[in-house]
């Protein structure tokens, strides 16, 4: 029966192919706008590491002071004197620390210029925490954190580049005239966003090709590649040591942590910490600490941009206005086949029928429309770049997923705004239908 619904409702759209035609461009077009900054929010705001996210935590320390600080916010890095020192309390299970570099690499055929690798120096911890994929070995041990051997570990396309994509492992890789042995190389791996670098706005960066050992960089003088603030009241001083030593922030830390009873220790420690620092002379100021998971982390950082949620939020509102109207054409059609309707309904139909028949109707529009809308929103992923940043715009893309979205939602909404026209048609008496004809 349901199938003869369907010959019916595509007879019916058949005669009035104007009429059907405005019904699947509005649906079409609702519903391609609406998927495009949908797919855009989905992929700015999702959680980029869901099975840990409650348990990875950034520390925050404040050493500006009420005078200096964001709206009593500590800075959003440690300087280098306060990240060694977590590291060096060991009080969480894991903890990690990092900032950005960037290396030029010499290619090992001759006459191939060097190019620009961009990645971290960070801590063994890193690719446990994060859990990052490999595809040939794995990080350096964790002795290497302490006495700064200059191993790496690159990504699959610096692999890619200057090994054919074989197994590097243990071979040699040049950069900045260093000398570095390959530890591991990791599979295609790019968190969005980027939860573990929102401080040198590399949320949405290409996917980083090297990481070398943190102590290492930091003897070798391997500048920051990223953010570097001193802020207002900060000391930079003359030379690198004093840089160093001073109170500009610029490494990025993170810790691990089990369960409740974990974060309130490490936070007790966080308060313990600054307070000693006050009772040193360091600080002038009460104890003024964070500890946020990855998900506050993200929307304290502002993870998702504000236009895309106006974005969403004005298709949305297209894609209403759209099904009002097509609210309006269902009215008009159905209505227009009241002699029908009422001749059916004499004959035996029930307003069952009539419901059936209709909203059978009404899905075949949903699915043109949602067809439309699914072509529509593939040429429209090209222009999202007019809208967002182009490393926002590069993430979002057509998949199977995001179409049998689009046509379940076209299918659905238009559906459900056929009840009311379909209300009004059923309400039809076939006695006066029958009289008037």
Same mark, same amino acid.
């Given at each position: 029966?349901?199938?003869?619904?369907?010959?019916?409702?595509?007879?019916?759209?058949?005669?009035?192919?104007?009429?059907?035609?405005?019904? *699947?461009?509005?649906?079409?077009?609702?519903?391609?706008?609406?998927?495009?900054?949908? +797919?855009?929010?989905?992929?700015? &705001?999702? $959680?980029?590491?869901?099975?840990? !996210? &409650?348990?990875?935590? /950034?520390?925050?320390?404040?050493?500006?002071?009420?005078?200096?600080?964001?709206?009593?916010? #500590?800075?959003?890095?440690?300087?280098?004197?306060?990240?060694?020192?977590?590291?060096? %309390?060991?009080?969480?299970?894991?903890?990690?620390?990092?900032?950005?570099?960037?290396? &030029? *690499?010499?290619?090992? +055929?001759?006459?191939?210029?060097?190019?620009?690798?961009?990645?971290?120096?960070?801590?063994?911890?890193?690719?446990?925490?994060? $859990? /990052?994929?490999?595809?040939? @070995?794995? @990080?350096?041990?964790?002795?290497?954190?302490?006495?700064?051997?200059? =191993?790496?570990?690159?990504?699959?396309?610096?692999?890619?580049?200057?090994?054919?994509?074989?197994?590097?492992?243990?071979?040699?890789?040049?950069?900045?005239?260093?000398?570095?042995?390959?530890?591991?190389?990791?599979?295609?791996?790019?968190?969005?966003?980027?939860?573990?670098?929102?401080?040198?706005?590399?949320?949405?960066? =290409? %996917?980083?090709?090297?990481?070398?050992?943190?102590?290492?960089?930091?003897?070798?003088?391997?500048?920051?590649?990223?953010?570097?603030?001193?802020?207002?009241?900060?000391?930079?001083?003359?030379?690198?040591?004093?840089?160093?030593?001073? +109170?500009?922030?610029?490494? !990025?830390?993170? *810790? =691990?942590?089990?369960?409740?009873?974990?974060?309130?220790?490490?936070?007790?420690?966080?308060?313990?910490? %600054?307070?000693?620092?006050? +009772?040193?002379?360091?600080?002038?100021? %009460? #104890?003024?600490?964070?500890?946020?998971?990855?998900?506050?982390?993200?929307?304290?950082? @502002?993870?998702?941009?504000?236009?895309?949620?106006?974005?969403?939020?004005?298709?949305?509102?297209?894609?209403?206005?759209?099904?009002?109207?097509?609210?309006?054409?269902?009215?008009?059609?159905?209505?227009?086949?009241?002699?029908?309707?009422?001749?059916?309904?004499?004959?035996?139909?029930?307003?069952?029928?009539?419901?059936?028949?209709?909203?059978? =109707?009404?899905?075949?529009?949903?699915?043109? @429309?949602?067809?439309?809308?699914?072509?529509?929103?593939?040429?429209?992923?090209?222009?999202?770049?007019?809208?967002?940043? #182009?490393?926002?715009?590069?993430?979002?893309?057509?998949?199977?997923?995001?179409?049998?979205?689009?046509?379940?939602?076209?299918?659905?909404?238009?559906?459900?705004?056929?009840?009311?026209?379909?209300?009004?048609?059923?309400? /039809?008496?076939?006695?006066?239908?029958?009289? &008037?004809?």
């Amino acid at each position: 029966m349901f199938l003869h619904y369907l010959q019916l409702g595509l007879a019916s759209l058949r005669r009035n192919p104007l009429l059907t035609a405005l019904m *699947v461009m509005s649906i079409g077009f609702g519903v391609a706008a609406s998927m495009i900054t949908y +797919e855009v929010f989905r992929v700015v &705001s999702s $959680d980029p590491i869901p099975h840990e !996210s &409650s348990r990875l935590f /950034v520390p925050q320390i404040d050493n500006r002071g009420p005078r200096y600080n964001r709206n009593g916010e #500590p800075p959003d890095a440690l300087t280098y004197t306060d990240a060694v020192a977590l590291m060096q %309390a060991r009080r969480a299970p894991r903890q990690t620390v990092l900032y950005a570099v960037g290396l &030029s *690499v010499m290619p090992r +055929e001759p006459g191939r210029l060097p190019f620009k690798a961009l990645g971290y120096a960070t801590t063994a911890d890193f690719f446990t925490m994060f $859990d /990052v994929p490999f595809l040939h @070995g794995a @990080g350096w041990p964790a002795g290497s954190d302490d006495t700064g051997v200059p =191993e790496v570990v690159i990504g699959r396309q610096l692999n890619q580049r200057l090994f054919g994509g074989a197994d590097s492992v243990g071979r040699e890789l040049v950069m900045d005239d260093q000398a570095y042995r390959v530890a591991g190389v990791i599979d295609d791996w790019n968190p969005q966003p980027r939860f573990f670098d929102m401080f040198s706005s590399n949320g949405y960066a =290409e %996917a980083p090709q090297i990481f070398i050992p943190f102590a290492y960089a930091v003897a070798a003088g391997i500048e920051t590649y990223g953010n570097n603030s001193c802020g207002s009241g900060g000391k930079r001083g003359s030379g690198r040591e004093s840089w160093l030593r001073g +109170e500009c922030v610029w490494i !990025s830390p993170w *810790v =691990e942590l089990d369960d409740a009873a974990q974060v309130q220790g490490y936070r007790r420690f966080l308060e313990g910490y %600054a307070r000693r620092l006050r +009772e040193a002379g360091r600080f002038g100021w %009460a #104890p003024n600490v964070r500890l946020r998971d990855v998900r506050h982390w993200l929307d304290y950082r @502002g993870a998702v941009p504000p236009e895309s949620r106006i974005a969403l939020a004005v298709a949305i509102g297209f894609f209403v206005i759209c099904l009002v109207n097509t609210i309006g054409l269902l009215l008009a059609k159905f209505l227009r086949r009241a002699p029908e309707i009422g001749v059916r309904r004499a004959l035996g139909a029930s307003r069952r029928d009539i419901y059936r028949q209709f909203l059978a =109707e009404a899905g075949m529009v949903g699915l043109a @429309g949602g067809a439309l809308g699914v072509l529509l929103t593939g040429a429209g992923m090209f222009g999202v770049g007019l809208v967002f940043q #182009p490393q926002i715009a590069r993430l979002a893309h057509l998949d199977l997923r995001l179409v049998a979205l689009s046509l379940a939602v076209a299918i659905g909404a238009t559906v459900l705004a056929a009840f009311y026209p379909t209300w009004r048609a059923a309400q /039809v008496q076939p006695a006066w239908q029958l009289k &008037s004809n």
